[in-house]
């Protein structure tokens, strides 16, 4: 390995720099990212996260349980921004097909057209879940409740004929903002059954994708399979520090939620992500599962007050070519 093109061309400072900084999302789902120089690596031979829980067992004089352990794949930013003949988001799901790996996908609404509408369907009549990333990939921390609540509202109408039950979103950015904005978000989120999907790991891999593009296409696969190592070494390090954050929380039974991006990187990589966990002895599970392993679910205080209104479950008819004519498309 090249490793002086790496250093040259790729800050891994920058990357753990980013790792330890701690995002607004989901402060109760988020985990410690304490980065030592002995930070555990995929490459060693010990760094299972089942030695890892044991060493802080047997130092804590507690017995140790084994458990299952279960991570769900979530991809946002589909369908695919900035590409229009749909192969790399095609390379995602035929790759998924094969490993029989479920996972959940989240729409940017406004980046849907008519040339990227088919591979949605096919995302999702190939039993993937399919959620509302809102209309314009919005940042609540830089808006007021009310238009964020317009850029859901718009985009759950766009998506209605392609959106999965049971209903999922997620914010754009990670971004729940705070305090009675953040309230209104959750409870008009409730209103609308819609569950919001938090994470547990964040591979940030829209910095290893930028790399990858700023590469010249003709040199980007040797590249990729130098960028490849260090991001997947990535990756296990923040599982391992999502486990120790389960442990911490004393709920070790608690399913991973792993961020991806619907990105050339990972249209390459994904085969190498789902070899990593199978390796390591996870097994995947859909979001639904996954959501039911936590303790706390994120939500709007007054919860209990749409409690008695159960989801149907039932996916939407296909009535493509209807939706089609009465949305506005781009």
Same mark, same amino acid.
């Given at each position: 390995?090249?490793? @002086?093109?790496? @250093?040259?061309?790729?800050?891994?400072?920058?990357?753990?720099?980013?790792?330890?900084?701690? =995002?607004?999302?989901?402060?109760?789902?988020?985990?410690? $990212?304490?980065?030592?120089?002995?930070?555990?690596?995929?490459?060693?031979?010990?760094?299972?996260?089942?030695?890892? =829980?044991?060493?802080?067992?047997?130092?804590?004089?507690? &017995?140790?349980?084994?458990?299952?352990?279960? %991570?769900?794949?979530?991809?946002?930013?589909?369908?695919?921004?900035?590409?229009?003949?749909?192969?790399?988001?095609?390379?995602?799901?035929?790759?998924?097909?094969?490993?029989?790996?479920?996972?959940?996908?989240?729409?940017?609404?406004?980046?849907?057209?008519?040339?990227?509408? +088919? %591979?949605?369907?096919?995302?999702?009549?190939?039993?993937?879940?399919?959620? @509302?990333? $809102?209309?314009?990939?919005?940042?609540?921390?830089?808006?007021?409740?009310?238009?964020? %609540?317009?850029? %859901?509202?718009?985009?759950?109408?766009?998506?209605? &004929?392609?959106?999965?039950?049971?209903? *999922?979103?997620?914010?754009? *950015?990670? /971004?729940?903002?705070?305090?009675? !904005?953040?309230?209104?978000?959750?409870?008009?989120?409730?209103?609308?059954?819609?569950?919001?999907?938090?994470?547990?790991?964040?591979?940030? +891999?829209?910095?290893? @994708?930028?790399?990858?593009?700023?590469?010249?296409?003709?040199?980007?696969? /040797?590249?990729?399979?130098?960028?490849?190592?260090? *991001?997947?070494?990535?990756?296990?390090?923040?599982?391992?520090?999502?486990?120790?954050?389960?442990?911490?929380?004393?709920?070790?039974? #608690?399913?991973?939620?792993?961020?991806?991006? /619907?990105?050339?990187?990972? /249209?390459?990589?994904?085969?190498?992500?789902?070899?990593?966990?199978?390796? !390591?002895?996870?097994?995947?599970?859909?979001?639904?599962?996954?959501?039911? $392993?936590?303790? *706390?679910?994120?939500?709007?205080?007054?919860?209990?007050?749409?409690?008695?209104?159960? &989801?149907?479950?039932?996916?939407?008819?296909?009535?493509?070519?209807?939706?089609?004519? #009465?949305?506005?498309?781009?």
């Amino acid at each position: 390995m090249n490793l @002086n093109l790496i @250093n040259n061309k790729f800050s891994w400072g920058l990357i753990l720099l980013l790792a330890s900084h701690n =995002l607004s999302f989901a402060l109760e789902h988020r985990f410690s $990212t304490d980065t030592t120089p002995n930070s555990p690596s995929v490459l060693s031979s010990e760094n299972d996260t089942s030695e890892l =829980l044991k060493r802080k067992q047997r130092n804590s004089g507690k &017995p140790f349980r084994s458990h299952k352990k279960m %991570i769900s794949i979530t991809i946002d930013d589909l369908p695919f921004v900035g590409e229009y003949r749909n192969f790399h988001l095609n390379m995602m799901i035929e790759t998924m097909v094969k490993e029989r790996v479920p996972a959940t996908g989240f729409i940017i609404a406004s980046e849907v057209r008519k040339n990227n509408w +088919d %591979i949605l369907q096919k995302f999702r009549k190939a039993g993937f879940g399919l959620g @509302n990333h $809102t209309l314009s990939h919005a940042n609540l921390n830089k808006m007021e409740a009310e238009e964020y %609540i317009k850029e %859901i509202r718009k985009a759950d109408k766009i998506l209605l &004929p392609v959106l999965t039950e049971p209903k *999922y979103f997620r914010y754009p *950015y990670l /971004a729940m903002s705070s305090g009675q !904005k953040k309230e209104e978000v959750l409870c008009y989120l409730a209103q609308k059954r819609y569950q919001v999907a938090p994470i547990t790991i964040d591979s940030k +891999d829209f910095i290893f @994708n930028q790399r990858l593009l700023s590469v010249n296409e003709m040199k980007r696969r /040797a590249y990729l399979e130098e960028l490849k190592p260090f *991001y997947l070494d990535f990756i296990w390090q923040q599982t391992l520090r999502a486990e120790e954050l389960s442990q911490l929380h004393q709920n070790t039974s #608690q399913a991973q939620i792993l961020l991806i991006h /619907a990105n050339l990187l990972n /249209a390459y990589v994904l085969p190498d992500i789902i070899r990593l966990y199978k390796r !390591k002895g996870y097994h995947f599970v859909h979001l639904e599962k996954a959501l039911k $392993t936590f303790k *706390y679910p994120i939500q709007c205080s007054k919860h209990n007050l749409y409690a008695h209104y159960k &989801p149907s479950h039932r996916h939407p008819k296909n009535t493509k070519d209807q939706e089609m004519d #009465q949305l506005a498309w781009d």
